[in-house]
Nanobody, 125 residues
Framework: QVQLVESGGGSVQAGGSLRLSCAAS????????MGWFRQAPGKGREFVAA?????????DYADSVKGRFTIGRDNAKSSVYLQMYSVKPEDTAVYYC?????????????????WGQGTQVTVSS
């Protein structure tokens, strides 16, 4: 069992930056692929970024955030972050952290076993 708690959300102007963090409790954090998903008002949840549990820590990004967002993890602190640069109004959403034990399909929402409560990000133009 893994509990995930997101933090770092808030309001930011377009072009600015924001860093989201996700703290995990439970065992074997290093064995989890970690992902970030988001849900905008009136829309379904969508994949944002993920980082593999494997040694090389392969990453994957949605096309809409590639080059602007960076995902990273600190296994010693059982945490994962999402650094957001050059944010746009269309990045406005609730952002969720998710964990997938020994996961290999980084962008597949259905593969993730545990989810956080979400943190709101609002980007104003």
């Amino acid at each position: 069992q893994v509990q995930l708690v997101e933090s770092g959300g808030g309001s930011v102007q377009a072009g600015g930056s924001l860093r989201l963090s996700c703290a995990a409790s439970g065992r074997a954090f290093s064995s989890y692929t970690m992902g970030w998903f988001r849900q905008a008002p009136g829309k379904g949840r969508e994949f944002v970024a993920a980082i593999s549990w494997r040694g090389a820590h392969r990453t994957d990004y949605a096309d809409s955030v590639k080059g602007r967002f960076t995902i990273g993890r600190d296994n010693a602190k059982s945490s994962v972050y999402l650094q957001m640069y050059s944010v746009k109004p269309e990045d406005t959403a609730v952002y969720y952290c998710a964990a997938d034990l020994l996961g290999t399909a980084l962008s597949s929402e259905g593969e993730y076993d545990y989810w956080g409560q979400g943190t709101q990000v609002t980007v104003s133009s």
